[in-house]
């Protein structure tokens, strides 16, 4: 059975430790019970996100008529939010201990999703062993907070307009934003073996290659329009929209930035919106960023072993609402200048 690339099983182990070297709260013998893959978990998650995209694609065309569409696009939103998940977990060779398996359903994921899993691979590595570091690329979307309740609502507004959406998609085809602090853009492909770049490469084709197969077939088929209306409406609005908070949700207004117990943020979400907001168990963010080998189905776990050992005594583990008052929070005044 193919093991994954030695280069990437040391990237995951270094998440194993805070950066200043403290041990991160389980023994070696959880982390690898806890690590150990099932793949019929995993099977379980993908059929509850196709299932429910398939749902979702087939109430608005049985019951044409603006209330179904509308509620189709909202929750459609969420299930390609759920898409991108699974694609952040093969990425971390986390669905599927077969090494060729684990990336073909990733890339899977991801050609259906419009999201290359190979750059974001290495787009996502960076952000894991550089937290909230200059080259860390989430840094343009999740930092800066608190801005106060006006900043956050218009950018969630302009995402959903679909203006937020190239950038989204520059971003997952390895061309992360501008950082303004330091005036840099990151560049992962430029960066890394030509053994990665070639998979990231062949990835970003692959996506191209689909997307435009799948338009031209539906509208061929006499379906465009209903495609543009339940699939790339939702994706380049909706889809836009939860990125971003979930990513604020996630490590916006840090204490702390110097370890993960203060730079992330597990978010305690009601289950009738954590389906939509954080699928795939990824509101245990703290927890995956203590340990990233340990599968999405397994973090609650890791949690509770977490919660029981201490560790998050001091952690941000918060319910949603005092983490949206975090980050809506105005902007901290600038100290008094010295006399």
């Known amino acids: 059975m193919p093991s994954a690339n030695p280069d990437d099983a040391r990237a995951a182990s270094r998440g194993e430790e805070f950066r200043d070297g403290v041990a991160a709260g389980l023994s070696a013998q959880d982390v690898r019970r806890l690590s150990r893959l099932n793949p019929w978990r995993s099977a379980t998650a993908l059929l509850w996100s196709f299932g429910g995209i398939a749902l979702c694609l087939t109430v608005p065309l049985v019951w044409w008529n603006p209330v179904t569409i509308a509620l189709a696009v909202v929750a459609m939103?969420?299930?390609?939010?759920?898409?991108?998940?699974?694609?952040?977990?093969?990425?971390?060779?986390?669905?599927f201990a077969h090494r060729r398996l684990n990336d073909f359903v990733g890339q899977l994921c991801g050609m259906v999703g419009g999201m290359p899993m190979g750059p974001y691979r290495l787009?996502?590595?960076?952000?894991?062993?550089?937290?909230?570091?200059?080259?860390?690329?989430?840094?343009?979307?999740?930092?800066?907070?608190?801005?106060?309740?006006?900043y956050l609502v218009k950018k969630l507004l302009v995402d959903l307009s679909g203006m937020t959406a190239p950038k989204t998609y520059a971003y997952f085809f390895g061309a992360p934003a501008l950082n303004t602090k330091t005036n840099d853009r990151a560049r992962p492909l430029d960066d890394t073996s030509p053994r990665l770049r070639?998979?990231?490469?062949?990835?970003?084709?692959?996506?191209?290659?689909?997307?435009?197969?799948?338009?031209?077939?539906?509208?061929?088929?006499?379906?465009?329009?209903?495609?543009?209306?339940?699939?790339?409406?939702?994706m380049v609005t909706v889809m836009q929209m939860i990125l971003r908070l979930r990513a604020v949700l996630e490590h916006g207004a840090p204490?702390?930035?110097?370890?993960?117990?203060?730079?992330?943020?597990?978010?305690?979400?009601?289950?009738?919106?954590?389906?939509?907001?954080?699928?795939?168990?990824?509101?245990?963010?703290?927890?995956?960023?203590?340990?990233?080998?340990?599968?999405?189905?397994?973090?609650?776990?890791?949690?509770?072993?977490?919660?029981?050992?201490?560790?998050?005594?001091?952690?941000?583990?918060?319910?949603?609402?005092?983490?949206?008052?975090?980050?809506?929070?105005?902007?901290?005044?600038?100290?008094?200048?010295?006399?």
Do not use: C
Request: charged share 15%; glycine share 6%; hydrophobic share 45%.
């Open 77 to 95: 939103g969420g299930l390609q939010h759920g898409l991108f998940v699974l694609v952040h977990d093969a990425a971390h060779y986390r669905l």
């Open 123 to 150: 787009i996502h590595r960076l952000h894991h062993n550089h937290l909230y570091e200059p080259i860390d690329p989430d840094l343009p979307l999740m930092g800066g907070y608190p801005r106060g309740r006006a």
């Open 255 to 339: 204490e702390d930035v110097s370890t993960p117990l203060k730079a992330a943020r597990t978010n305690v979400t009601p289950a009738w919106l954590r389906w939509w907001l954080f699928p795939h168990h990824v509101n245990y963010h703290i927890e995956h960023h203590l340990h990233p080998s340990i599968p999405h189905y397994r973090l609650a776990e890791a949690h509770r072993l977490l919660q029981d050992s201490g560790t998050l005594d001091d952690a941000e583990v918060v319910p949603l609402r005092i983490a949206l008052g975090k980050i809506f929070a105005p902007p901290a005044s600038p100290a008094p200048a010295a006399p």
């Open 198 to 234: 070639a998979e990231a490469v062949r990835d970003v084709r692959l996506v191209i290659a689909f997307q435009a197969a799948l338009l031209l077939g539906v509208f061929a088929l006499g379906w465009g329009w209903e495609y543009l209306l339940l699939w790339v409406l939702p």
